[in-house]
DNA sequence: CGCTAGAGTGGGAGCGCTCCCAATCCTCCG
DNA sequence: CGGAGGATTGGGAGCGCTCCCACTCTAGCG
């Protein structure tokens, strides 16, 4: 009955209650300099007795943005990927982007019905930026976006020289200090078990796989490199091959937990003890290889913080965007970070 | 050098390319029946030559709208649950809210600070909806959002006569179910460590474990009962009173997955073996269940259709709520739905 | 055959904000 | 003491869309 309707006080209502014009409160609020001490205290007050809220729609209108940003994520990657890997970059980019008071969209793209939506998501302009999870190699999302001329950050990289803005983990580094770590506990056959080879954070893994062995002068043996696909039943197959091809192998590095896990179970079914006759390192310090048995070793990524990283990366290229040409950007480069954050090596029971 | 600049097309362009005004653009846009074959066809020709996209900003300024949803998670909860759970409702929520072309707005809320702005948020009208994961009894989040007269939709309850719209699983069903499992299994002794009693899905799991037993015919013992936290850790610790209270115990139902895992590695440290002098259950049928050992017998929820539902109830909500008065609603009550799904037992070698 | 209903249509009037220009008022300098 | 220059300020002009009020044109009725 009494019904304040769907009253939200707008700006001009604060201006006349603070008695100034609307252009002092909109700098007011949009933090302007520009504004004298006594006007700046009057419209605060004001906005605070009338518990102003700017109207979003309104400000991206007519200042053509929209303070939000979307984190995009191909489903079918997802499913791969351990689940917690996620949720951990959500947290990251959420917590980064809420102190901006940036809001998030979240965009899971499963059908190729889903993904021409998005990209008319895109060229309608419903968002300032763009985070893109777990890319593959010939993923064209990332350059579809750079062509609309929209900042992007990408977790991961598609290649060495990635030519849009990415956050990574030091992959390469898990690689080797899972090896030389195996090495370091007196096992001489070390086998790995790759990830999808066209994805750049598996090559990458299996690079520093070759680097450990060479750095702590054990040959390499490519009886010993088996390729799986990240999932749980893909490190089975790949472990019964290389049991297959070799016998005497007596540690294995898995390039994910889940991998590791699927080693387990058919190492266990071949009467090989873990870590007795071989020893076993994963890749995500996932739940799983805390609960697997033996509690399995593995190599941490800072994932939250890799989620943070890409939010604040991609916030300040909005930024520069907005504050520099309107128009297309310069090549100068220097809003196009390519961070490599460190992993951790977790010691645990499986090795 | 070419350059569209920001040259999105726009309605008026349309119209005047497809020789109507901008009224009857609109309504072909918007699915009106009061426009012509002819003008609809040259209209819809016009937006495909000129890949016309409305502008969302304009559109919510004009209409009083957003076309977004918050899914709102409450963060500390969610470290509780297990991690899959909340992946998979958004998925189902994701799925959902694509097909009706509307944004899902992701909002975790840390802290209190956070939580204000939440709050503000919802003030400022800035989605036309809102999801709630994870509610606990005195969570006042719910109360809130009704209070601006936002359409809501739980997941879970917070009460057996929960005012606001949700989506819950058969948390009775589940308990009951599983220890009829039990019994069926020549149990008599079974003990069950139920989640945080101010959650009313663990309340249930407890009411339905009670059920279960008065349906087989077994006494009930409050000896039988201890408190957990839905974690790991506090299943351990409920697990180790549970022994000393009633060493004869033959069985556990945990309320949840993670809780089994942490009593199980208890009994292990006891000597007990799962499932030969201890039989177990759990709830959620995570991978964290199936990489246990030995793999556990878990009650699983159809989180994915929860998801789904949640979402589709809170559009119904939210169709009504513009279609019927744009004012106060109905006491009605018609599109306040309570739904329930039903669980399902997978039996693994725990039990 | 005039008149009344619709059906279909065009376009004015905003939605609440930002951008930006012109106006005002000081202050300081020559 | 006049004028230049900077600091503040008010408010017009949209941003692209929806809502809604006429208005035109038909078809059907008595």
Redesign the pocket.
């Known amino acids: 009955m009494s019904g304040r309707q ?1 009253g ?1 006080p ?3 209502e ?2 006349t209650r603070a ?9 007011v ?2 933090g302007s ?4 001490e ?3 205290e009057a419209v605060e007050r004001a906005v605070a007795e009338l518990g ?4 979003r ?3 991206a ?4 943005r929209t303070d939000a940003v979307a984190l995009v994520v191909p489903e079918t990657e997802n499913r791969l990927f351990a689940e917690p890997y996620f949720l951990d970059i959500i947290r990251g980019v959420s917590a980064e982007l809420a102190d901006a008071d940036m809001q998030l969209l979240l965009t899971l793209i499963r059908t190729d019905q889903e993904r021409q939506r998005f990209e008319q998501y895109l060229a309608a302009q419903r968002v300032d930026g763009v985070l893109l999870v777990s890319v593959h190699r010939d993923d064209p999302l990332p350059d579809l976006v750079r062509a609309l001329g929209l900042p992007a950050v990408l977790n991961g990289r598609r290649s060495e020289n990635e030519p849009v803005a990415y956050v990574d983990s030091d992959n390469v580094g898990a690689g080797r200090s899972a090896v030389e770590h195996l090495a370091g506990r007196g096992r001489h056959r070390i086998a790995t078990i790759t990830g999808p080879l066209d994805m750049f954070a598996a090559q990458g893994r299996l690079d520093g796989y070759r680097q450990g062995l060479a750095a702590v002068g054990l040959p390499t043996d490519d009886r010993l490199v088996s390729t799986g696909d990240f999932t749980e039943e893909g490190g089975r197959r790949a472990m019964a091959e290389l049991l297959e091809r070799c016998p005497d192998l007596d540690a294995v590095f898995a390039a994910s937990d889940l991998m590791a896990v699927g080693a387990r179970a058919v190492l266990r079914a071949r009467g090989r003890e873990v870590p007795g006759d071989v020893a076993l390192v994963g890749v995500d310090d996932s739940p799983v290889a805390r609960h697997s048995d033996p509690p399995l070793t593995s190599v941490r990524q800072p994932i939250e913080e890799m989620g943070r990283r890409m939010a604040r990366a991609l916030l300040r290229q909005i930024a520069a965007n907005g504050a520099g040409g309107s128009d297309v950007e310069e090549d100068g480069g220097e809003e196009r970070p390519r961070l490599v954050l460190p992993t951790e090596l977790i010691v645990r029971a499986s090795s």
Chains 1, 2 share one sequence.
């Open positions: 769907t939200r707008t700006l001009e604060v201006a008695g100034v014009g609307r252009g002092t409160v909109s700098r609020i949009n300099p520009r504004v004298s006594q006007a700046k102003y809220v700017p109207n729609a309104a400000r209108l007519a200042g053509n």
